[in-house]
């Protein structure tokens, strides 16, 4: 790993109580991403991934540990400050897109940049840049219901970086679409990660997914239990 | 078999098409304006802006999603207001005379009831009171036009004194006052009823009673009319008519040298108590015993006697508002329910939980703002029909300031009572619960 540090996770825990049982997630997992990497994660179910990442985006907080975010402590935060952290630094592409099925496309993408102090035509620039970039400025107009899987994502990726965060978390991001979707998809977030150097970190169960990132950590039962360090 | 369920099944499914469409025509007029509005809010680049800034824009979206269910509930908005508008004027309409009273004014009846008759000369005696300032006998002739259901509000008064007690309600032109005094069959007539039968000055009217017969057996009596007086003001009721006691009194083939009751102005509304008393203590123990009430109170018990209008219009519209509450209220929980995976995904964009609340409370509000606005123009569109009707007796039906802003309450209420607990529960959604709902 090279570049500034931009998440340090250290000694974090998660532990769920239900009913009288208690579960243990992660027990003190130490985890570092630097500015710009790709990174994979990869396991198999109930290993603790989509919990991770959840902890990642602010959207799930650790039962201990500490988490830095551009060195700033961020797992003490509220629910007010954690959401308008998340809405400045992190960009999320889920499985099944998530878009709102009441706006066209440019309308999904513009969504974020609605808790922003922007003016009407930055917005509209903004908006614009971002479809241009998936590929997608001539079906702005479209419902998200009118289009495919991979068009749908790809407005879900535009969506993700219209505010130009610093992280993009994946969830499945290819989950939902075909082999040969699913590769447009992977291609365009290594161009992202690549060429506009967003760090991305992505939750997978395909290995082929995975070798789009340039590294791929193992988890099983809340532990890491293997690195792929290959670029 | 298979082919006999697809057929049935088509013709359900056809049914169900043909009853939406039919419905999302009767309601057009309801949900068109919303449509419009949408468009130009799309459009429009300022209009959008501003619903961004004030968070109305989302909430205005959500409503476009579901056509039917929205125009459903809208309508059901619709109908509760424009039941609201038209039963709360009416109810005004009729307490008009309650309301619009003056406080200066009393009025004295036989104290057995007020059909029962008092002599004249209570009159004289009642005028030399201390803080009367003036008195006008008066009697129900009980009158009629042509047909006995076309009812006339006629009255046999003392001329004279008619506009010194009423003339701060009545509108009359000098001249037309002058030849009524003049003509002892002359008819003053209010403008609500010349407008209904087409009367004007100088037509000969004849009316007939159904109490009172000339000596010569008639019933029929004979007016010219010689004015028509309008209101001084919107609700003043100007369905009544007067003719001279003098005519009446001199043909009775009974009854006469007996009024009604008196209708009194006082010197100081402040000395009302005083002169009620006075009044009263002077006729006490006399075959004719009195009693005197201030107008409002005359005119409060009389429309008692034809039924609690008020509890009539309460009960409709709280019947109407509780229903539609339970329509909205679980229209919106189930809204805000099917959209639980897309609340969870505005909160993961960074949208606060707060600002979600709002939203929702915001969508349920103008939810009711748009249905009731509607209702309400629709209420006031009908009051506008009903009283261009020459035929339409009530004076005063109208959607005043008072009506329209106790509507705007009800409208903030209703959106609030009905978006308050999805709001609720859009507020405590916890993000990870609810990305993993599809």
């Given amino acids: 790993m090279s570049g500034k540090l931009l998440y340090d996770l250290k000694s974090v825990s998660k532990t769920f109580v239900k009913g009288k049982e208690k579960i243990t997630i992660f027990d003190k997992l130490d985890m570092s991403i630097a500015e710009g990497d790709f990174l994979a994660i990869m396991g198999p179910s109930g290993s603790g991934k989509t919990t991770l990442l959840n902890m990642l985006g602010g959207v799930d907080q650790p039962t201990g540990g500490e988490v830095f975010f551009n060195n700033s402590r961020v797992d003490t935060l509220s629910e007010g400050q954690l959401a308008r952290w998340r809405a400045n630094n992190i960009g999320f592409i889920f499985q099944f897109y998530n878009l709102m099925p009441m706006l066209n496309a440019a309308r999904n993408v513009e969504l974020p940049l609605l808790l922003t102090k922007l003016s009407s035509s930055q917005r509209k620039k903004s908006v614009e840049t971002a479809l241009k970039l998936v590929g997608l400025s001539d079906r702005a107009t479209h419902m998200t219901s009118e289009m495919s899987g991979g068009q749908q994502q790809r407005v879900a990726i535009a969506r993700a970086i219209v505010s130009d965060p610093k992280l993009l978390l994946c969830d499945e991001p290819t989950g939902d679409l075909d082999r040969k979707t699913a590769d447009e998809i992977l291609s365009m977030l290594q161009l992202l990660n690549r060429k506009f150097g967003k760090t991305i970190v992505m939750v997978t169960h395909d290995a082929a997914a995975a070798a789009y990132a340039k590294r791929t950590l193992h988890l099983d039962k809340g532990v890491f239990v293997e690195k792929d360090l290959a670029a | ?438």
């Fill in chain 2, 1 to 438: 078999m298979t082919f006999l369920k697809n057929i049935i099944g088509l013709i359900f499914r056809g049914l169900g098409l043909a009853l939406k469409y039919i419905f999302l025509t009767i309601s057009s007029p309801v949900w068109l304006p919303f449509w419009l509005i949408a468009y130009l809010v799309e459009h429009i680049a300022f209009v959008r802006n501003a619903l961004i800034a004030t968070d109305l824009y989302l909430p205005f979206k959500n409503m476009e999603r579901t056509p039917l269910r929205f125009a459903l509930t809208v309508f059901a908005i619709f109908i509760a207001f424009l039941i609201y508008g038209a039963l709360t004027a009416f109810d005004n309409a009729m307490n008009a005379g309650v309301d619009l009273a003056a406080d200066d004014r009393l009025v004295t009846v036989n104290k057995i009831n007020f059909t029962q008759t008092l002599p004249i000369a209570y009159a004289q005696k009642v005028t030399a009171i201390e803080g009367v300032d003036s008195l006008v006998h008066m009697n129900w002739f009980g009158g009629y036009y042509k047909d006995p259901r076309e009812q006339v509000i006629t009255f046999a008064v003392d001329q004279t004194k008619l506009l010194e007690v009423y003339g701060d309600d009545m509108l009359l032109d000098e001249t037309h006052h002058k030849n009524w005094l003049r003509n002892q069959q002359g008819l003053l007539v209010g403008e609500l009823v010349a407008k209904k039968y087409g009367w004007k000055v100088g037509d000969r009217i004849p009316l007939n009673s159904n109490i009172f017969s000339k000596m010569d057996g008639a019933s029929v009596w004979d007016f010219v009319i010689e004015g028509v007086y309008s209101g001084k003001f919107k609700q003043a009721d100007t369905n009544g008519v007067y003719f001279h006691y003098k005519y009446f009194n001199e043909a009775l083939a009974f009854g006469s040298n007996q009024i009604g009751w008196l209708g009194i102005k006082t010197t100081d509304p402040s000395i009302n108590e005083k002169v009620i008393k006075a009044i009263d203590d002077m006729f006490v123990n006399s075959p004719f015993e009195t009693e005197t009430v201030p107008e409002k109170a005359f005119n409060k018990s009389f429309i008692a006697r034809m039924g609690d209008i008020g509890l009539i219009v309460t009960s409709s519209v709280s019947a109407a508002f509780f229903i539609i509450l339970v329509i909205v209220g679980f229209s919106m929980a189930l809204a805000i329910r099917e959209r639980t995976n897309e609340i969870g995904v505005m909160k993961t964009l960074g949208f606060t939980s707060r600002r979600i609340f709002k939203m929702v409370l915001m969508e349920s509000m103008m939810l009711a703002c748009l249905g009731g606005t509607v209702g309400l123009a629709a209420s006031s569109f009908v009051i506008k029909q009903v009283t261009s009707s020459p035929q339409f007796p009530l004076a005063g039906l109208m959607l005043n300031g008072e009506i329209i802003m106790q509507a705007i309450i009800l409208m903030v209420f209703l959106g609030l009572i009905t978006g308050i607990v999805p709001a609720i529960n859009a507020l405590r959604l916890n993000i990870i619960t609810a990305l993993s709902r599809r």
